[in-house]
């Protein structure tokens, strides 16, 4: 091998490759924003005197991880806020609570969130428990999945609910047995109080999106699709700070913008949305794929089933879930995206949702023909077995978040005794959607939960969480540990629209992870263990581990 010397050069470990031919080799050389070579001690030859040589030590080298489903600026100021994230009782989460409240007693406003569902009886804090920890202020702190809202009797006050207040068509008040609201809001209910909470600042946006950055690159993440680019409830439009950071230099990542489908409108908001698409793109940011929360989540019984919930006695109730939109309707608008060229991000949780969301992707299939808009659904908590096998014939890819897919408490208690067995048994069909051809990536909807893929990876081989004992979740639905990682390489690259990456082969963009060890060399039960040495982004290192 003969050619000019590479600027960097990795070598002494093995290569994980996940490009076509599932290559093996041990040593990967740089040049500029490139991968060069890709093989073993022939590649040696491109060290020159100037080249940097990595030593992996055997340690793995794998394609940059990606993230197809995430909200990196909503979680950098949440970061920045109250933080309940992994607090686990309901006495640990008031105290962070108070305590948060007693360190900034100048803010006019409580606010932040990542509160656990299975730290409150039922999944149902109380505006009289968070009274105790703010008695003196408005607090609005959304749950983990974001899709409910915890808030005091000064918030309500300040809102203007009370008993006489209707649920909103999107969203629903819980109240106690008298009526009166218990302080939490769920879904669209949550804009009620949401709408009056401190908007953040442009500079307070871009610190966020770079406090993200940051993190996400110490997970070995180098490319995501933000899910949401545009106002929601209470969550500020992100778009400012992308483009900023594109124009500046300081955004180091590749980034997708979903923008925001606004599911009170109709059809007159896309030629403001083919407008957006134009003046937000640029640099590392592009915004060509609009995001359609078809549903809510199944434990607060928001996810559209195709059969009712049941009740705590195991009895059908009366509730199906919401479809937030019309399916003729989403059919009708999906079409219309497609044909502008723009892809879809369906948040279809529910079978229902998932039915629907495959129906409009269908539909605009046959309007449309076969276009590279790569439409993709995330979340997939429960899929129909008919529904399988559409995602390979409507060439739909099936965006899953591994970490969901195991047995914890918001699983066992909250949801599956109001599914029941059967629909129970059809929850994140991993495999089943391998299986039938689906093209698969992966993505964390962090803050909602740990953006570290070896985390979801492990999660995914396993179906345990990382650290957790206890039974394996529907057995059947394990993958291998190779199919785990092409979901969050190859497989989120893909829907990404970022084809020279996902892999490391001659040509590629050099966006590439080192692990501290060989996943494939130890044990399964060991892969969550594992932590990301160093990220680069076009052959730049963007982090390094330090500790």
Same mark, same amino acid.
């Given at each position: 091998?003969?050619?000019?010397?590479?600027?960097?050069? +990795?070598?002494?470990?093995?290569?994980?490759?996940?490009?076509?031919?599932?290559?093996?080799?041990?040593?990967?050389?740089?040049? @500029?924003?490139?991968?060069?070579?890709?093989?073993?001690? %022939?590649?040696?030859?491109?060290?020159?005197?100037?080249?940097?040589?990595?030593?992996?030590?055997?340690?793995?080298?794998?394609?940059?991880?990606?993230?197809?489903?995430? /909200?990196?600026?909503?979680?950098?100021?949440?970061?920045?806020?109250?933080?309940?994230?992994?607090? =686990?009782?309901?006495?640990?989460?008031?105290?962070?609570?108070?305590?948060?409240?007693?360190?900034?007693?100048?803010?006019?406003?409580?606010?932040?969130?990542?509160?656990?569902?299975?730290?409150?009886?039922?999944?149902?804090?109380?505006?009289?428990?968070?009274?105790?920890?703010?008695?003196?202020?408005?607090?609005?702190?959304?749950?983990?999945?974001?899709?409910?809202?915890?808030?005091?009797?000064?918030?309500?006050?300040?809102?203007?609910? !009370?008993?006489? !207040?209707?649920?909103?068509?999107?969203?629903?008040?819980?109240?106690?047995?008298?009526?009166?609201?218990?302080?939490?809001?769920?879904?669209?209910?949550?804009?009620?109080?949401?709408?009056?909470?401190?908007?953040?600042?442009?500079?307070?946006?871009?610190?966020?999106?770079?406090?993200?950055?940051?993190?996400?690159?110490?997970?070995?993440?180098?490319?995501?699709?933000?899910?949401?680019?545009?106002?929601?409830?209470?969550?500020?439009?992100?778009?400012?700070?992308?483009?900023?950071?594109?124009?500046? @230099?300081?955004?180091?990542?590749?980034?997708?913008?979903?923008?925001?489908?606004?599911?009170? =409108?109709?059809?007159?908001?896309?030629? %403001?949305?083919?407008? =957006?698409?134009?003046?937000?793109?640029?640099?590392?940011?592009?915004?060509?794929?609009?995001?359609?929360?078809?549903?809510?989540?199944?434990?607060?019984?928001?996810?559209? &089933?195709?059969?009712?919930?049941?009740?705590?006695?195991?009895?059908?109730?009366?509730?199906?879930?919401?479809?937030?939109?019309?399916?003729?309707?989403?059919?009708?608008?999906?079409?219309?995206?497609?044909?502008?060229? +723009?892809?879809?991000?369906?948040?279809?949780?529910?079978?229902?949702?998932?039915?629907?969301?495959?129906?409009?992707?269908?539909?605009?299939?046959?309007?449309?023909?076969?276009?590279?808009? =790569?439409? /993709?659904?995330?979340?997939?908590?429960?899929?129909?077995?008919?529904?399988?096998?559409?995602?390979?014939?409507?060439?739909?890819?099936?965006?899953?978040?591994?970490?969901?897919?195991? /047995?914890?408490?918001?699983?066992?208690?909250?949801?599956?005794?109001?599914?029941?067995?059967?629909?129970?048994?059809?929850?994140?069909?991993?495999?089943?959607? &391998?299986?039938?051809?689906?093209?698969?990536?992966?993505?964390?909807?962090?803050?909602?939960?740990?953006?570290?893929?070896?985390?979801?990876?492990?999660?995914?081989?396993?179906?345990?969480?990382?650290? %957790?004992?206890?039974?394996? +979740?529907?057995?059947?639905?394990?993958?291998?540990?190779?199919?785990?990682?092409?979901?969050?390489?190859?497989?989120?690259?893909?829907?990404?629209?970022?084809?020279?990456?996902?892999?490391?082969?001659?040509?590629?963009?050099?966006? &590439?992870?080192? &692990?501290?060890?060989?996943?494939?060399?130890?044990?399964?039960?060991?892969?969550?263990?594992?932590?990301?040495?160093?990220?680069?982004?076009? @052959?730049?290192?963007?982090?390094?581990? !330090?500790?």
């Amino acid at each position: 091998m003969r050619h000019d010397p590479a600027d960097l050069v +990795f070598t002494g470990g093995p290569v994980l490759a996940l490009d076509a031919a599932r290559t093996r080799a041990t040593t990967v050389a740089v040049t @500029g924003d490139r991968v060069t070579a890709v093989g073993h001690d %022939e590649v040696r030859d491109l060290i020159g005197p100037a080249t940097e040589v990595v030593d992996l030590a055997g340690k793995l080298l794998v394609p940059g991880f990606q993230d197809a489903h995430v /909200h990196p600026v909503s979680a950098g100021i949440e970061l920045a806020r109250c933080d309940l994230t992994g607090l =686990r009782t309901a006495g640990e989460t008031l105290a962070a609570v108070r305590a948060y409240a007693e360190e900034n007693p100048g803010q006019e406003w409580i606010t932040g969130g990542g509160w656990s569902m299975e730290a409150f009886e039922g999944g149902s804090p109380t505006r009289d428990l968070l009274d105790r920890a703010v008695p003196d202020r408005p607090a609005y702190l959304p749950n983990r999945d974001h899709h409910g809202a915890w808030v005091n009797t000064r918030a309500l006050a300040l809102a203007g609910i !009370t008993r006489h !207040t209707p649920d909103p068509a999107d969203g629903r008040i819980e109240r106690d047995a008298a009526g009166e609201p218990t302080g939490l809001l769920q879904e669209g209910a949550m804009d009620l109080v949401g709408r009056f909470t401190p908007r953040s600042t442009p500079a307070e946006r871009l610190a966020a999106l770079l406090r993200a950055q940051a993190h996400l690159h110490a997970y070995g993440i180098t490319a995501w699709q933000d899910a949401i680019v545009g106002s929601y409830g209470s969550m500020d439009d992100p778009a400012d700070a992308y483009v900023t950071a594109a124009r500046d @230099g300081s955004l180091t990542a590749r980034v997708a913008g979903a923008l925001w489908w606004d599911r009170e =409108r109709g059809a007159e908001q896309i030629p %403001e949305l083919v407008e =957006r698409r134009g003046e937000l793109s640029g640099g590392r940011f592009r915004a060509g794929t609009v995001k359609i929360m078809q549903d809510g989540v199944a434990e607060t019984g928001t996810a559209a &089933l195709l059969g009712p919930y049941l009740d705590a006695c195991g009895c059908a109730t009366a509730n199906t879930g919401t479809s937030f939109i019309d399916p003729a309707r989403l059919r009708s608008y999906v079409t219309e995206l497609d044909a502008l060229g +723009f892809q879809a991000h369906f948040h279809a949780l529910g079978d229902r949702a998932v039915r629907e969301a495959l129906d409009a992707v269908e539909a605009a299939r046959k309007k449309n023909g076969w276009r590279d808009t =790569r439409p /993709h659904l995330a979340h997939l908590q429960i899929v129909h077995p008919d529904d399988i096998g559409r995602f390979r014939t409507l060439g739909a890819t099936a965006n899953i978040q591994p970490l969901w897919a195991s /047995h914890e408490p918001q699983m066992d208690d909250l949801t599956i005794p109001f599914l029941g067995p059967e629909r129970a048994g059809w929850q994140y069909p991993f495999a089943a959607l &391998l299986g039938a051809g689906a093209t698969v990536a992966a993505g964390s909807d962090w803050p909602v939960s740990s953006p570290d893929p070896m985390q979801g990876i492990h999660t995914a081989v396993n179906r345990i969480a990382p650290g %957790e004992g206890g039974p394996v +979740f529907l057995p059947a639905q394990r993958i291998g540990l190779t199919a785990a990682f092409a979901a969050y390489t190859s497989g989120a690259a893909y829907v990404n629209h970022l084809d020279d990456t996902g892999s490391i082969r001659a040509g590629a963009l050099a966006d &590439l992870a080192v &692990l501290d060890r060989d996943p494939y060399a130890g044990p399964s039960e060991e892969i969550g263990a594992t932590r990301v040495l160093a990220t680069y982004v076009g @052959g730049r290192r963007v982090h390094r581990l !330090t500790s």
